[in-house]
């Protein structure tokens, strides 16, 4: 039987190598991808964990999918649907509260209560967050150029990025220099003096990354979160019907509509090379196929370190890639819950402000509940977690689905996802089933000192390490970003310098991941940047 031929093979069914492959055969190519687990997604699926219970078990919000993909894909024709969070609710130790709500008077007054100073600040604040944003998005569709190189492609690219900041004002061009360099701790505390509001702010600049919000670098990470866009709302944040799941699911019917065949249970053991450039891949089981070009949306390490043998890479490039830093320090807990968790004020005077707000008691649940009560709370966290332990008091960000799609929990009953930092990979001792137990008692007695009624409610809990996340999702250190958003990690040096352009030093062979240009989230800029960069070589 002849060895089947394509023009590219895609190694990875998550929603980049989807979106990679859609946009391929969207020109006309004939792209086949293989996906090692059963199911497609890597970390954005949804999955039956206990009978009735539906979890997104890894990601599990949705706004930095780019706009752009979703219009070109036409995704909401294929099943996606976004239902906005409406809110995030932080509640206090002394029984109080600090909520932000989709109104922004209520918003207004809700800081108002705390701090008159803080709610006059806000909007400032607000209008500063979004000229960044807004300065930096045109970044996101732009393949990075090699400021050493002298080549047409590279000196086309530093003209356009010299062109960009030329289109900054002065003080915005010097805000944005200030605010990529600096502490997510120092950008608020400039800001403001209301310790939850600089808490839960704070954390937008700790995940997923192993630094806490006193580390230089973390403003750019909040930055990179505040970038979160919905029907052209910025800011904004929605849980996907079906979960996490619903979104790769629109992203498969809409690559499969464009003729792109998938195999799942096909993983990849080697890329196949021939006359010196990459020619197809040979699976775990023995199966080869033929490509005019692979392109892997695993995460660097995968893709250079173990598809490949080393001989094919210059030792300074795979020096580069073994020092990508890529440490896991997210964790999840899944719980599946009998009844609601009781995260209402136990203050009688925040009960009536809160009732003030929203008269549905039940409005908090649909949106984001955030145990961030302070900067120093969330850095105490992050110093047991430098020295090799899982946070005893963790940051936690909790959403319950169940509360925005009904679906994905037997009714009466719901599901939570607690979102943890943090939690280290290389946790000291190993993650044994009693350290897993350890860490998963360390979030469930912090919720009760919010919700005391959680404990009782649990009747099914999934506990997610980083090495958990390695081990099913596929991605080296369980890095929910394929690598840490660190300043020396960003465009034109991410994964590699020389090598940001989604090409790699393999001829034919390409890069199309969260651990690429622009980064982690699910974002899917990667695989549409690597599928145009494949393009234009095409030509």
């Known amino acids: 039987m002849p060895t089947p031929t394509y023009d590219a093979i895609v190694i990875g069914g998550g929603h980049n190598g989807l979106i990679n492959a859609a946009y391929l055969a969207r020109a006309g190519k004939r792209v086949l991808v ?27 919000v949705v706004s930095l999918l780019r706009p752009e993909i979703i219009r070109e894909l036409e995704l909401p024709r294929h099943g996606l649907k976004i239902l906005p969070l409406p809110s995030t609710y932080t509640p206090l130790p002394n029984g109080d509260y600090l909520a932000a709500w989709a109104d922004h008077d209520d918003t207004r007054r809700e800081l108002y209560r705390h701090s008159p100073r803080d709610a ?26 090699d400021p050493a190189s ?4 590279d000196l086309l690219g530093l003209w356009k990025t010299a062109r960009y900041a030329a289109s900054l004002s002065e003080k915005d061009l010097y805000a944005l220099a200030k605010l990529i360099t600096q502490s997510s701790a120092d950008l608020l505390d400039d800001w403001f003096e209301t310790d939850a509001l600089k808490g839960t702010k704070s954390a937008s600049g700790i995940i997923g990354t192993f630094l806490g919000p006193r580390s230089p670098g973390t403003a750019y990470v909040l930055l990179h979160h505040y970038m979160g866009e919905i029907d052209g709302a910025f800011r904004a944040w929605g849980f996907a019907k079906d979960g996490s799941g619903g979104v790769t699911a629109s992203i498969t019917h809409a690559a499969r509509a464009l003729g792109v065949e998938i195999r ?17 891949v040979a699976l775990e089981n023995g199966d080869e196929f033929h490509a005019r070009v692979v392109v892997s949306a695993a995460d660097p390490k995968r893709t250079f370190l173990q598809f490949v043998e080393p001989k094919y890479f210059p030792e300074d490039f795979l020096t580069q890639i073994r020092n990508f830093r890529v440490r896991g320090s997210s964790g999840k807990l899944n719980l599946a819950l009998s009844e609601l968790p009781n995260f209402s004020p136990r203050s009688p005077s925040a009960a009536r402000f809160l009732a003030s707000i929203t008269p549905d008691p039940l409005t908090l649940y649909r949106g984001a509940v955030s145990i961030s009560p302070s900067i120093e709370y969330i850095e105490r966290a992050y110093d047991d977690a430098k020295y090799g332990q899982p946070s005893r008091r963790p940051y936690i960000d909790i959403i319950i689905p169940s509360m925005i799609d009904p679906d994905m929990a037997p009714p009466g009953h719901h599901v939570m996802s607690c979102f943890v930092q943090y939690v280290p990979y290389d946790v000291e001792g190993g993650w044994s089933d009693e350290r897993k137990a350890q860490f998963a008692e360390n979030v469930i007695s912090t919720l009760e000192e919010y919700a005391p009624n959680l404990r009782r409610a649990i009747v099914g809990m999934q506990v997610i390490t980083p090495a958990d996340i390695e081990r099913i999702a596929g991605i080296t250190g369980g890095n929910i970003f394929h690598g840490e958003l660190l300043l020396h990690q ?34 899917g800029a990667a695989g549409k940047l690597a599928a145009q960069e494949i393009l234009k070589d095409w030509k």
């Open 34 to 60: 293989l996906e090692r687990r059963p199911i497609l997604g890597g970390a954005a699926v949804t999955e039956e964990i206990f009978p009735g219970y539906r979890f997104t078990e890894f990601s599990y």
């Open 120 to 145: 006059d600040a806000y909007d400032d604040y607000a209008r500063l967050m979004v000229r960044m944003a807004m300065a930096v998005k045109p970044l996101l569709a732009l393949v990075p150029p």
């Open 150 to 153: 002298l080549s047409p492609r």
């Open 264 to 280: 799942t249970d096909s993983p990849v053991k080697q890329v196949i090379v021939k006359n010196g450039r990459a020619a197809g």
């Open 490 to 523: 960003l465009f034109f040096l991410r994964p590699a310098p020389q090598w940001a352009d989604f090409r790699t030093p393999l001829p034919g062979y390409y890069l199309a991941a969260s651990g690429a240009h622009p980064g982690g989230g699910v974002m």
